[in-house]
């Protein structure tokens, strides 16, 4: 009964690697074209897809970009400022509104999020006092100057104190690309505006 088994075992073994044998021999006179194949038509030249350029922005400002820099705009702040300063950084403005800016002006490796290039901009006054305005009335505005691009994003202003600041006007600022940069802060009815490269 055993030997019974196994040869009908065997019988069916052969007869699948028979079959598989049959299908993996098909001669190329046996294989039948389609009747209406579909055509492709293909251009003998490669197809130029509609995707966006990724344009490399260099990390120093080119010639192109007016950067402020600090040997045409001498200032020195009134006292106390007069007398602290920031190294690699330049005082800029007047008595009623001034910053401080890099003297490569150059923002670079700035936190990225989905508004874009996140950076915060210390701004003083001698109009400003923190007792009398903890929200003060300083407006930041922005544009790109060497392509297109929606306009910076300004937070609302805050406050900010300490023993190498003194008080000071701080504000939020999303560059939506890099590039070059016009900021301009406008602050009881005296205007500050400036030019900044904003690199990888």
């Not at 492709?40 to 490399?56: F, G, Q, S, V, Y």
């Not at 006292?79 to 007047?94: A, K, L, R, V």
């Amino acid at each position: 009964m055993q030997r019974l088994s196994f040869i009908v075992f065997i019988f069916i073994i052969t007869g699948i690697m028979a079959g598989c044998a049959s299908k993996a021999t098909i001669r190329p006179e046996e294989v039948k074209a389609l009747e209406n194949p579909t055509p492709t038509n293909l251009p003998d030249h490669p197809i130029a897809l509609d995707t966006p350029t990724l344009k490399i922005v260099p990390h120093d400002p080119p010639a192109g970009c007016p950067i402020t820099a600090p040997r045409n705009h001498p200032f020195v702040p009134p006292t106390p400022y007069d007398s602290t300063g920031f190294e690699g950084e330049f005082w800029y403005g007047s008595p009623h509104l001034w910053t401080v800016l890099p003297t490569d002006a150059i923002w670079d490796a700035l936190p990225h999020n989905p508004e874009g290039y996140t950076q915060k901009i210390f701004w003083w006054s001698d109009l400003f006092s923190l007792k009398d305005e903890p929200e003060p009335e300083l407006a930041v505005t922005g544009r790109r100057l060497d392509g297109e691009a929606p306009l910076l994003r300004g937070s609302r202003a805050t406050n900010a104190y300490g023993g190498d600041i003194g008080e000071a006007m701080l504000t939020g600022v999303d560059f939506p690309t890099l590039g070059c940069w016009k900021i301009t802060g406008q602050y009881k009815g005296t205007e500050l505006s400036f030019v900044m490269w904003v690199a990888p």
